[in-house]
């Protein structure tokens, strides 16, 4: 296994479309153990393959495992798609390594059911709520190019993308 390079706002690359996984091979599998090991390192409870550079529509999560005490409960998300949304919202602090060191509060529906493909290639459907439900939907959206911050005020989001500029500037 190993660690891969995190890409951070704003590079356009996080911007891209990315494109359903046509068949789970081992290759897949290889870049999930990879995501997951990079999830954890950095650490994280959600992570798409597009923040690792890889424009396909595949993400891993795991919202027990944060926890030191709890075991890990890794989750591969393949092709994934809602199917339905509630009509009640919830509201949660989001980050992502994308954006690291920054947070703000989210709306989105409450719950959720999600079509996907496991990484044994077989078709699954998952009913979430909470902060599984939160999570999932923060990382199908970088599988369509929209960060956390585009779910919050321009005159936020635009503080935010300044700040991490400068601090890429100040890095290179
Ligand atoms: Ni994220």
Same mark, same amino acid.
């Given at each position: 296994? %190993?660690?891969?390079?995190?890409?951070? %706002?704003?590079?356009?690359?996080?911007? @891209?479309?990315?494109?359903?996984?046509?068949?789970?091979?081992?290759?897949?599998?290889?870049?999930?153990?990879?995501?997951? *090991?990079?999830? &954890?390192? @950095?650490?994280?409870?959600?992570? @798409?393959?597009?923040?690792?550079?890889?424009?396909?529509?595949?993400?891993?999560?795991?919202?027990?495992?944060? #926890?030191?005490?709890?075991?890990?409960?890794?989750?591969?998300?393949?092709?994934?798609?809602?199917?339905?949304?509630? #009509?009640?919202? *919830?509201?949660?602090?989001?980050?992502?390594?994308?954006?690291? *060191?920054? &947070?703000?509060?989210?709306?989105?529906? %409450?719950?959720?059911?999600?079509?996907?493909?496991?990484?044994?290639?077989?078709?699954?459907?998952?009913?979430?709520?909470?902060?599984?439900?939160?999570?999932?939907?923060?990382?199908? #959206?970088?599988?369509?190019?929209?960060?956390?911050?585009?779910?919050?005020? %321009?005159?936020?989001?635009?503080?935010?993308?300044?700040?991490?500029?400068?601090?890429?500037?100040?890095?290179?």
């Amino acid at each position: 296994m %190993a660690l891969l390079p995190i890409y951070t %706002a704003p590079d356009p690359l996080l911007k @891209a479309i990315s494109r359903p996984v046509e068949e789970v091979t081992a290759d897949i599998r290889k870049l999930v153990d990879n995501m997951l *090991e990079t999830m &954890y390192d @950095a650490p994280g409870i959600g992570l @798409a393959a597009i923040q690792v550079g890889v424009p396909k529509r595949l993400l891993v999560l795991d919202i027990v495992g944060k #926890d030191r005490d709890e075991m890990p409960a890794p989750m591969t998300l393949i092709n994934p798609e809602i199917t339905w949304v509630s #009509d009640h919202d *919830e509201t949660y602090e989001e980050g992502c390594l994308s954006l690291p *060191e920054h &947070y703000a509060d989210v709306v989105r529906p %409450a719950e959720i059911d999600v079509n996907f493909l496991d990484v044994d290639g077989k078709r699954q459907k998952l009913r979430a709520e909470g902060l599984l439900s939160t999570c999932i939907q923060h990382e199908i #959206d970088h599988l369509d190019g929209i960060l956390f911050v585009d779910h919050i005020s %321009a005159l936020k989001r635009n503080m935010i993308l300044r700040k991490l500029l400068k601090l890429k500037k100040l890095a290179s």
